[in-house]
């Protein structure tokens, strides 16, 4: 019995206050306390209560509310609930940052994270099971398409729960920018139907006014062999590189080219040779746009490292041989400047398809939808590792909802004006997604199993290791603190649950790819999780920042080839630009390469959330030191690009996004 403060905080978007009554109970120990209708909650407001209880609670474990209908129903945005009173030891944190919609009760249980034995007298035993059970209601699996991983169930923004939708300076942002970007489309298709391309030069004339720096240093030197060679190490796309152990055998060498074999086998024996390949392409269906064919290559690329870090290329393969065929042509630098120009540019338009489908949208924005799915469906609000991951999952369904809606639907984008459109893009999701190994989402294994682990010019590969190590140890951090030894891991039915809904189901079955079914050991959890987190943070970033430097200049990365791969060497600049994006193409991959690689204004940096799910001094001081952590490398890798000729800020942890957003 006694006197107790309650302090609860309204959210700080437009909509989040609420003038329905809101009820209040308190529970403890040794009771339950109902507080009636106290409050009517206002936007950005702290509302502040003094209520006597004539009976002893104890220890206090959760606070109960419930809004309450009038004739007008609004949603509140609860951010957190503080209790001060008898017994508490000072102010109790109830975390909730979440819509309270209809009027249901719902329970914020007090902010310390708790797994499943950590719990004794079964204290939370009904909450966490009965909200497990509401979140499998809410968070369902859907399909999209045969062989790829699950989304979450539902068509449109409205089926997802409100929780994860786009709170209203999100929504106002995305809406206004995409009807800008889409009216400043139409304006200039209209300006340009008496235009056509007729020279390379003629590109210029789309070329963003609002261009990044690196863009412009794209456009005056795509058709030099170093930028080529610098894109495969640190572009848009650096997931393909990897270095040679043995000559690949599709690269087939006809009679007379006995130097180029030595020269390869040379840079072989050194290490120093490297390959691109495209074979995911290979015999994928390319689109028709407005009746007229467009083409897909699988090209092979083989380059060589020098002593100074540039990457050069040797030798490109456009096309795989086939059987009953002549040996496919070969293209060396050596060749017609227009010729090698060409078979570099079909390269770019390959490397633009995998990029898109495999390293950004699957690898980034599919995966990432998987664990924040399979978490809301596993883990409890109390639990330490949905404490650890949710801040991290914000946005992410809705944009890829709106991502399957516009971009890869039928008479989406793709289908509108990429050479894998109207089918071709489900085809090279379908084969990536067969791709996915766990091993591939680490990048000290990644970087290790390509080779690339001491290629110093690699800036990727070294700022990739650098992040995922800062996570590492924050994860470390966390982890220890909740659990002690591995029979607690291997005890956590929550926990093992949780592992085996993200590789059984939302992966369909991927242990046969090194994904885990269960957690054995506190090494085998902390990896896991920082996977997790790396795969929403840093391994989105790095294939989505790059997009308005690499793809702006459109001959550097075209989004379709309308001509076939050269047969001969006798190409002209006229046959790159009839090969190239027509101006309609190019206009429209302008447009959406502008809105969607634009710097987000609302944006959260990675480790900077303002959300305080966990209680306690201990995981405050874990999360303060992975922000100077992160707040170093940034720092230092600011300096580095300071001294660069082309800066790589891509995973600048102030650039990395706390969530794939966008």
Known sequence: MGKYVIRVATGDSLLAGSTNLVQLWLVGEHGEADLGKLL?????????????????????????????????????????????????????HFPCYSWIQDDKILCLPEGTARSVSDDPQNLFKKYREQELEDR???????????????????????????????????DLDFTLSLTKELKNLAIKEILDLANCVHRLEDYKKIFPREKTALAVRVCDSWKEDDLFGYQFLNGANPMLLRRSMSLPARLVLPPGMEELRTQLNKELQAGSLFEADYTLLDGVKPNI??????????????????????????????????????????????????????????????????????SHLLRGHLMAEVISVATMRSLPSLHPIYKLLIPHFRYTMEINILARNNLVSEYGIFDLVVSTGSGGHVDILQRATACLTYRSFCPPDDLADRGLLDVKSSLYGQDALRLWKIINRYVHGMVGLFYKSDKAVKQDSELQAWCRE?????????????????????????????????????????????????????????????????????????????????????????????????????MVALGQHKEKYFSGPGPQAVLQQFQKELAVMDREIKARNAGLDLPYEYLQPSMVENSVTI
């Open 40 to 92: 009517r909650p206002l936007r950005e407001k702290k509302t502040e209560l003094e209520i006597d209880v004539p009976f002893h609670l104890g220890r206090l474990l959760l606070v109960k509310l419930r809004k309450h209908k009038s004739l007008l129903n609004f949603d509140w945005f609860c951010k957190w609930i503080t209790v001060q009173g008898p017994g508490t030891q000072g102010e109790v």
């Open 136 to 170: 499998r209601k809410a968070y369902r699996w859907g399909s999209w398409k045969d062989g790829l991983i699950l989304p979450v169930a539902g068509k449109t923004q409205r089926d997802l729960p409100r929780n994860e939708r786009f709170l209203e300076d999100k």
């Open 289 to 358: 746009i407005i009746f007229k064919q467009q083409y897909v290559a699988a090209p092979l690329v083989m380059l060589k490292l020098q002593p100074d870090g540039r990457l050069l290329p040797m030798v490109i393969q456009l096309q795989p041989p086939r059987h009953g065929c002549p040996p496919p042509l070969l293209f060396l630098p050596s060749d017609p400047p227009m010729a090698w120009l060409l078979a570099k540019t079909w390269v770019r338009s390959s490397d633009f398809q995998l990029h898109q489908l495999q």
């Open 502 to 602: 993200i590789t059984e189901t939302g992966l369909q079955g991927a242990q046969d790819r090194g994904f885990p079914l269960s957690l054995e050991s506190l090494d085998q959890l902390c990896h896991i999780v920082t996977m997790c987190i790396f795969t929403c943070t840093g391994q989105h970033a790095s294939a989505h920042l790059g997009q308005l430097d690499w793809y702006s200049w459109i001959p550097n990365g075209p989004c379709t080839m309308r001509k076939p791969p050269p047969m001969s060497k006798a190409v002209t600049e006229k046959d790159i630009v009839d090969s190239l994006p027509d101006l309609h193409q190019a206009h429209m991959q302008k447009t959406f390469i502008k809105f969607l690689g634009r710097r987000q204004p609302v």
